[in-house]
């Protein structure tokens, strides 16, 4: 793979905007009342830290690291990152497979006037067959994503090498994956922002 991991200063304490700060306290209560009671974590939703997304995001623009302002959250849930995208003046997108998820995520950005799009379906691209079937062998078929291909980016009006910066919330044992199709079909300089409950956020570039 030609991904350079590119180092993000910011203070992790660094105050949010206010309306983004009260959007994130907001949704991150819909999304506590959401899960209530429901197991749905086992299956495949668990929220990401969106303060500090929100701050990373925030660091990515003021220290200028894209060429551009197109921005897409795979997987996106309830629309977190894409929404506060939005806020700090991004042209965003979110894709979810999850219809009860996706709904929330369009109430949510409704309530709040975000121009935000989110789709319904998988954020994997067609004729990537190979690096999902590559992923199964690696992980003796122990992976998360539902592995099915549609119509997310002609929803869109879009491709991935439109997107300067893209943004995902990886399961283990997806991440490789993930990173794999980020490399086949992102643009040269673009940003593959991921999350991790352990490591924390990475940074990386498509330099070739």
């Known amino acids: 793979m030609v991904l350079k991991e590119v180092p993000l200063y910011f203070n992790e304490s660094m105050r949010l905007p206010p309306e983004v700060a009260e959007f994130v306290t907001d949704m991150n ?42 921005m897409c959250e795979w997987g996106s849930g309830f629309g977190g990152v894409a ?27 409704n309530e709040y006037d975000l121009d935000v799009d989110f789709v319904e379906g998988s954020f994997l691209p067609e004729g990537s067959d190979d690096l999902v079937d590559q992923a199964y062998r690696e992980n003796d078929g122990d992976i998360t994503l539902e592995t099915h291909f549609d119509d997310a980016y002609r929803d869109l009006a879009k491709d991935i090498s439109d997107f300067d910066l893209i943004f995902v919330f990886p399961w283990p044992n997806d991440a490789p994956l993930l990173s794999r199709i980020f490399d086949r079909y992102a643009s040269f300089g673009s940003i593959l922002l991921t999350y991790n409950d352990f490591s924390g956020l990475k940074v990386e570039r498509k330099i070739g």
């Open 83 to 109: 929404s506060v995208a939005s806020f700090l003046g991004f042209e965003a997108c979110g894709i979810e497979i999850n219809t009860e998820v996706l709904q929330h995520s369009i109430d949510l950005a």
């Open 29 to 70: 209560q819909r999304i506590d009342n959401f899960l209530e009671g429901k197991p749905f974590a086992e299956k495949g939703f668990v929220a990401c830290d969106h303060e500090l997304i929100a701050r990373a995001l925030i660091s990515i623009r003021d220290q200028q690291l894209l060429s551009g302002n197109e």
